[in-house]
């Protein structure tokens, strides 16, 4: 298809990748109620630790970074399926729909990088117990953190790189926001080249992350033999959170990808469906796997429930 006679010139892009669904009110409904979960349990993470001078480590640090992460994946792309589904707006400008773009494949990139780190974090605590804080600090945590949010921006420049100089031909998108492949398929050029550009990429990080935190863990259940039995306990109870953690978000990305492999088609609903999931699903996790697993804000919950009790 010749880009140059048939492109035209693209202000908003009209969101259709909900024409087709059945109960749109109620699925709205559904994911709004997520949405609000997701948004409320994180941002109580984030307040327990900021304002709790016992939680000021390393370790909560990086539980309070994953929470802005979690928050950043499901806002970047969420309002606007709800619009869509619950108030019919289903139209969104080129711009917005570009840095909804670049929000959501961010927060996805972080969320590998996020687990990394806390995959050594652990690490770390458990083959140098007595030297933790001096090779973690707070500062350090927090400087190491920022790195990997300005490395995953420079990783992530490269959709909209792509994607802005490109010309278009359709203005409607046929997923249900605004990420990499739903812009790309608006353009007049062939998508395959684009698609396997970014392919490799993020199948470099996917990887990459994943191999470092299995060898995190293979090298902690070396270690952790030279524990003695409480800090054993103490230990696999934090692993196991982030263990949870690390499945719900790295098994359905590997699992679309090997039905991918395997010629498994999707259809546009099944990819809408498990896109969805993959955004919401860990997202609405993480919190309270760290509320209920941590020792220390289960421990204040408990204890504000307990005084609200009290007062009435």
Known sequence: MSSQNSSIKVTEFIIGGFDTTEKPVVVGVVIMIIYVLVVLANVVNILFIIYDQRLHKPMYLLICNLAVVDILYTSSATPTMIGVLLAGVNTISYGACVLQMFAFHLAGVMELFALSIMAFDRLVAISYPFQYHSYLSNVRTVVFTFILW???????????????????????????????????????????????????????????????????????????????????R???????????????????????????????????????????????????????????RTKEIKYKIFKIFKKVKTSQ
Not at 252 to 270: A, D, K, M, N
């Open 150 to 232: 300005i490395i995953a921006c420079g990783f992530v420049a490269v959709m909209p790189a792509n994607v802005i100089p490109l010309p278009h031909c359709y203005s409607k998108l046929k997923y249900t926001f605004c990420d990499y492949a739903a812009i790309m398929r608006t353009t007049c050029v062939d998508p395959n080249y684009y698609f396997s550009q970014i392919g490799i990429i993020y199948f470099f990080l996917l990887f990459f992350t994943f191999i470092f935190i299995c060898l995190s863990y293979l090298c902690m259940i070396f270690f952790v033999k030279l524990l003695s039995n409480d800090d054993k």
């Open 234 to 292: 103490k230990m696999s109870s934090t692993c196991l959170s982030h263990l949870i953690v690390v499945i719900c978000y790295y098994c359905p990305s590997f699992i679309l990808i090997v039905l991918t492999r395997i010629g498994v088609v999707l259809t546009l609903e099944e990819r809408h469906g498990l896109l969805i999931g993959v955004m919401l699903g860990p997202s609405l996790v993480n919190p309270f796997v760290y509320c209920f």
